[in-house]
C-alpha cells in the first residue's frame, strides 16, 4: 500500500552530557533514541522518520539545529504537535519550533553553515557543575599564541590532518569562514570560573571530530610542544601529518545551523 506522506522541519536544542551522540544505537542511550520514543507515543504508533541535519558525538550538546521528520498516513496538527512534544521530550532536549516543508527539501544535501563552539578554562580546578560545558586544563597555557594559531585555520585549506581515520575516498578540502579563540562571554553560570575561554568556528561543513582535532592542536600548540610554523605545517594537508590528540567532547557545542537559500 503506497501511503502519504507528510514533511515537516523541525528545529531542536540538547544537552549532550548524558548522550551517546545523536545516532540511534543498541545499549546506550542517544538524542535520537529518546526522540523516537516520544515521537511514537505522541504519534500513537503512526509511521515516522527523522534524519538529523549531522549527527553529534558523544557527550557534545546542541543549542540550535534541524531535523527533517517525515509522517506517514497523517497530517499534524501544528497548533498542538510542538506543546505535546515538549511536554513528553526528556528536560534535556527541546524542540523549537516545526514548520511544513515539502518532499524535495532534503535535509542532508541542502546547503548550511555550521557555527561550532569549544569552551575550556585552565590552571585552578573548576566547580563540578561546570562539567557539562566546558574542558579544565589545569595547566598554564600560552593563550595569545593559541589565539594567533586559530586564526591560520581560517581560509580554504586541505584538512587531512583534522579528518578522523580519512580513507583514500574522503574529500578533505575544505573551508573555514571564522576561527577565533576569545575570552568565553557568550555562555555564563555563577558557577563558572571568573575566566574561561571560547574557540569559534563557522562553515559549510566539518569532518568528524574535526573541531576536537583542531582543539587538540591548539592545546599543544599552548603547551609549546611546537610553534606556529609547524601548526602550518600540520594545516598544509599535503604534509599528511597524523595527530593523536583529539580534545575532549564535553567542552563541545554545535551553537547553531543556519539554513542558506
Sequence with gaps: MQYKRFYYLIQLQYLGFRYHGWQKQPDVLTVEHMLSKTLNYILEGKRFKVIAAGRTDAMVSVNQTYAELFIYEDELDLDTFLDLFN?????????????????DFNIIQHP?????LYFFCTQEKMHPF???FMVNLQEDLDIELMKQGAA???GEHDFYSFAFRPNPETQTEGKIDVCELSENSIYTANFFPELSYVLKVVGEGFKRQQIRLMMGA???LGRHKYDLEE???IIDGRNKIKLEHIAQASGLILNRVDLTS
Design 130 to 132: 561546570c562539567a557539562p
Design 231 to 233: 601548526l602550518r605545517t
Design 152 to 154: 591560520l585555520f581560517e
Design 218 to 220: 591548539l592545546i599543544d
Design 87 to 103: 511536554k513528553n521530550l526528556p528536560q534535556d532536549i527541546k524542540c523549537l519550533s516545526i514548520e511544513e516543508t515539502t518532499a
Design 112 to 116: 548550511k553553515v555550521k557555527e561550532y
